[in-house]
């Protein structure tokens, strides 16, 4: 599915540029060490570069600036999924992000509403995230903008070696 996203969606909103990649793997550290797991952000610049701009981009990114043309200081990066139940594809925001000293400007807002102009412009059914349970700000920020928590589901994840054991037994488990 191809997605339209305007170049400039918000005076200090536009879509990133590859020349931004390193600026966002900057971005995508500072929030890791926020959420207590910076060890877990591996992800390379020529990684996010190929998923954000090669052959074919399958992630997308906004950047917020502090003034139009000024310092990156925020992002969210995003992908496409589906409902099955609407029967259209959907934006799940992977990640949402505001260095500190920016928090409170209203860029986080600014960037949430691009991503709903974007879903609402191309026919998509639904913006959706997780956020961790300990980040009381994030979370009564979401609820304030009309954002509904999914209580009754829980996120389940298979990496690592878990997904390595789980794999290679299915492969020798079969008839």
Not at 2 to 12: E, F, M, W
Not at 112 to 131: D, F, H, M, P, T
């Amino acid at each position: 599915m191809h997605v339209s996203i305007p170049d400039t969606l918000d005076p200090r909103i536009r879509r990133a540029r590859p020349q931004d990649v390193p600026r966002l793997i900057e971005l995508v550290r500072e929030l890791a060490r926020y959420e207590r797991a910076e060890h877990e952000a591996l992800a390379t610049e020529q990684q996010l570069h190929t998923s954000l701009f090669g052959e074919q981009p399958a992630v997308y990114a906004l950047v917020a600036e502090r003034e139009p043309g000024g310092e990156i200081v925020g992002c969210a990066i995003w992908f496409l999924n589906f409902s099955t139940w609407l029967g259209i594809h959907g934006i799940y925001l992977e990640d949402l992000f505001v260095s500190e000293s920016e928090r409170g400007t209203g860029l986080g807002k600014a960037l949430l509403q691009s991503l709903a102009k974007i879903a609402a412009a191309n026919g998509l059914g639904r913006v959706e995230w997780s956020v961790l349970k300990w980040n009381t700000p994030s979370i009564d920020f979401y609820r304030a903008i009309g954002a509904v928590a999914m209580d009754e589901w829980d996120t389940m994840r298979l990496t690592g070696k878990a997904l390595d054991d789980f794999a290679a037994d299915a492969q020798t488990s079969r008839p």
